[in-house]
């Protein structure tokens, strides 16, 4: 009778988890028996097919009527991206965090004149690790903890949260993941940050100080951190993370590529635009990148036996092999996150695959169909 009663109560509370699995809950990394029991509690949604580049890309009020800042409500969530934040907190995106991949890429085009390749490769990639690929929603950042019947369900992860692929180690004005909260704005780095304006940039944030201050947290990192982790895809996002607020957080009618602090605060921490902010003029990719990496050159590795035990990773790939970056994420990163799809599962994974491959179907690499074509 106890051994009947303990499984009626395991399974009620099993039960309760399925039904309550958020629709933006991501599907990486789970057993075939907990993916059978969750997606058929999912509403299946075809893939949107994401909006090509922007005819209009000049630069244009986009901190409008039309998209005023509003504080957060209750159950509105925000992540480690503060342009992401940004585009949720002014509308551009919904204001509770969670939107299609194809709607990521409209807001970060309307509101930042973000290039549609660039658009397109960033969002399907953090999508299909982090994004729920039965229902196309994906959230900006967060957990969900689950509520119900004792113990407790445990929380489920939804949106950037996969370390070491978007968020991850040495980030400007995060901490990293094994100091603890790596999502929350850090006003200590942030200072770190103005204290390198102020020495390089007399009190502006550019390029200078973009490859002054990114050389720093790579530094502290390897110094603070026994588990500091700077390979691709990391190692491309951290030099783009530098250069991203040069590129979307300066007011398009401004030319001379200085971000005010104060500006840089409002993005960082309060994930707001100046009032009448404009963006871009003309498309923006990760423009000094190369710039940013010059300053300090650095292979991507790790600590391999606690701090200051930096090691060269020569299987990462790096600034001069871009497409085995496309080639290790498709058959390392979302393999081992999904390595036997099946059905709609198997279907979704494809086209997203496909819409991924869009962003850099222009840099000669080869497309690579790890579960079949059809």
Same mark, same amino acid.
Request: proline content about 5%; glycine content about 8%; charged content about 20%.
């Given at each position: 009778?106890?051994? &009947?009663?303990?499984?009626?109560? %395991?399974?009620?509370?099993?039960?309760y988890r399925v039904i309550a699995f958020p629709a933006y809950g991501s599907l990486a990394g789970l057993t075939r028996e907990q993916l059978?029991?969750?997606?058929?509690?999912?509403?299946?949604?075809?893939?949107?097919?994401?909006?090509?580049?922007?005819?209009?890309?000049?630069?244009?009020?986009?901190?409008?009527?039309?998209?005023p800042w509003k504080p957060l409500k209750s159950g509105d969530i925000r992540g480690p991206c503060p342009g992401l934040n940004t585009l949720?907190?002014?509308?551009?995106?919904?204001?509770?965090?969670?939107?299609?991949?194809?709607?990521?890429?409209?807001?970060?085009?309307?509101?930042?004149?973000?290039?549609?390749?660039?658009? @397109?490769?960033?969002?399907?990639?953090?999508?299909?690790?982090?994004?729920? &690929?039965?229902?196309d929603k994906l959230s900006i950042g967060g957990k969900t903890k689950l509520t119900g019947p004792d113990p407790p369900a445990p929380a489920?992860?939804?949106?950037?949260?996969?370390?070491?692929? !978007?968020?991850?180690?040495?980030?400007?004005?995060?901490?990293?993941?094994?100091?603890?909260?790596?999502?929350?704005?850090?006003?200590? &780095?942030?200072?770190?940050?103005?204290?390198?304006?102020?020495? !390089?940039?007399?009190?502006?944030?550019?390029?200078?100080?973009?490859?002054? %201050?990114?050389?720093?947290?790579?530094?502290?990192?390897?110094?603070? +951190?026994?588990?500091?982790? %700077?390979?691709?895809?990391?190692?491309?996002?951290?030099?783009?993370?530098?250069?991203?607020? @040069?590129?979307?957080?300066?007011?398009?009618?401004?030319?001379?590529?200085?971000?005010?602090?104060?500006?840089?605060?409002?993005?960082?921490?309060?994930?707001?635009?100046?009032?009448? !902010?404009?963006?871009?003029?003309?498309?923006?990719?990760?423009?000094?990148?190369?710039?940013?990496?010059?300053?300090?050159?650095?292979?991507?590795?790790?600590?391999?036996?606690?701090?200051?035990?930096?090691?060269?990773?020569?299987?990462?790939?790096?600034?001069?092999? %871009?497409?085995?970056?496309?080639?290790?994420?498709?058959?390392?990163?979302?393999?081992?996150?999904?390595? +036997?799809?099946?059905?709609?599962?198997?279907?979704?994974?494809?086209?997203?695959?496909?819409?991924?491959?869009?962003?850099?179907?222009?840099?000669?690499?080869?497309?690579?169909?790890?579960?079949?074509?059809?």
């Open positions: 009778m106890r051994l &009947l009663s303990t499984f009626s109560a %395991f399974l009620a509370l099993f039960t059978d029991a969750i997606i058929p509690s999912l509403e299946i949604r075809e893939p949107a097919t994401p909006p090509g580049p922007l005819k209009d890309t000049s630069a244009k009020l986009v901190n409008d009527k039309a998209h949720a907190s002014h509308g551009w995106l919904p204001r509770d965090g969670i939107a299609s991949p194809a709607e990521i890429v409209e807001a970060v085009q309307e509101g930042f004149n973000m290039d549609n390749g660039l658009a @397109l490769f960033v969002t399907y990639a953090a999508h299909l690790v982090d994004g729920n &690929l039965i229902t489920i992860v939804g949106g950037l949260n996969t370390h070491a692929v !978007f968020e991850g180690d040495t980030s400007m004005t995060r901490a990293d993941f094994f100091f603890g909260d790596n999502h929350d704005f850090n006003e200590t &780095l942030f200072d770190e940050m103005t204290k390198f304006a102020n020495k !390089f940039g007399a009190g502006k944030y550019n390029l200078t100080v973009a490859g002054e %201050f990114r050389w720093q947290r790579i530094q502290d990192s390897i110094a603070t +951190n026994p588990t500091m982790s %700077f390979v691709s895809p990391r190692y491309f996002t951290a030099y783009a993370e530098s250069v991203f607020p @040069l590129n979307f957080f300066i007011d398009g009618r401004q030319t001379d590529g200085q971000l005010d602090m104060t500006v840089a605060r409002g993005f960082f921490q309060n994930s707001k635009m100046p009032d009448g !902010f404009f963006r871009a003029n003309g498309t923006r990719s990760a423009d000094g990148i190369d710039q940013v990496a010059a300053a300090h050159p650095i292979e991507p590795g790790k600590n391999v036996n606690g701090v200051n035990t930096y090691t060269v990773d020569p299987t990462s790939a790096d600034f001069n092999s %871009f497409c085995l970056l496309y080639t290790n994420f498709v058959n390392q990163t979302v393999r081992s996150l999904y390595p +036997n799809p099946t059905g709609a599962l198997r279907k979704a994974l494809n086209k997203n695959l496909d819409f991924f491959f869009q962003g850099i179907n222009d840099d000669g690499c080869t497309q690579i169909f790890p579960f079949g074509k059809d």
